[in-house]
């Protein structure tokens, strides 16, 4: 009787040690993976500025929490862990990766935008002075009138480049700049293609 008792006090040992044994879910793998795609998101705008590597962070950690689950769903004494910690272990790495990303692309959109923007600014200075040589005459005056307010216009526009600047929209505002410059070069082309065809003509003149 003793004995059996001794072997039932031994198996209830042995179960509890099993027990408690059994392996729990990585709670603060999982803590420390999201706080880092958290982290991403709203120090570094990394869901903006590093779309793929954000989204590839979440996945990581969409499928390590697939993995908790799936263990969750097998009995206690065969729940295993680790491949799960492993998991939320990349996905802490992809999310820091997105960071970093996000932190080198956005400066490099704020560099082309201000790049953009000199580029511009270069580009209507050199119509200004395109126009300053135009001849003005009868027949040109409307057009230089006309030019010189599309140019005082691209001014203006230079303003709203820096606005956006500095509202942190550098896609948008290098795509404006760009477009300004375009403008711009295509005024100083018109205007220097008028002052060759006045100095051949007045030429000609001469030359009869």
């Known amino acids: 009787m003793r004995t059996n008792k001794l072997l039932l006090a031994s198996g209830l040992l042995v179960l ?3 027990f408690a044994g059994c392996a729990k879910a990585p709670e603060q793998e999982m803590k420390d993976a999201q706080a880092a795609l958290d982290d991403s998101r709203n120090t570094a705008q990394a869901d903006k500025w590093a ?3 954000y989204q590839a962070a979440k996945t990581s950690i969409d499928n390590a929490n697939a993995e908790v689950e799936a263990q969750n ?3 206690a004494m065969m729940r295993n862990y680790d491949k799960a910690k492993e998991m939320f ?6 999310a820091d990766k997105a960071k970093q990303a996000a932190v080198a692309n956005k400066e490099a959109a704020k560099n082309e935008a201000n790049q953009k923007l000199q ?3 270069t580009a209507i200075q050199s119509a200004r002075d395109a126009l ?11 057009d230089i009138q ?3 307010s599309d140019l005082d216009g691209l001014d203006q526009s230079l303003g709203e480049v820096r606005n956006m600047i500095s509202s942190e929209d550098y896609k948008g505002a290098s795509s404006k700049a760009a477009a300004i410059t375009q403008q711009a070069n295509d005024i100083a082309t018109k205007l220097t293609e008028a002052a060759e065809k006045a100095a051949a003509k007045k030429g000609a003149r001469k030359g009869k």
Do not use: H, I, M, Y
Not at 89 to 94: C, G, S, V
Not at 132 to 142: M, N, Q
């Open 16 to 18: 509890a040690v099993v």
């Open 51 to 53: 779309s793929a590597e």
């Open 73 to 75: 769903q097998r009995f």
């Open 89 to 94: 272990a990349q996905a802490k790495a992809d």
């Open 119 to 121: 580029e511009a600014t």
């Open 132 to 142: 300053s040589k135009a001849p003005v005459t009868k027949d040109t005056r409307a």
């Open 146 to 148: 006309l030019f010189t």
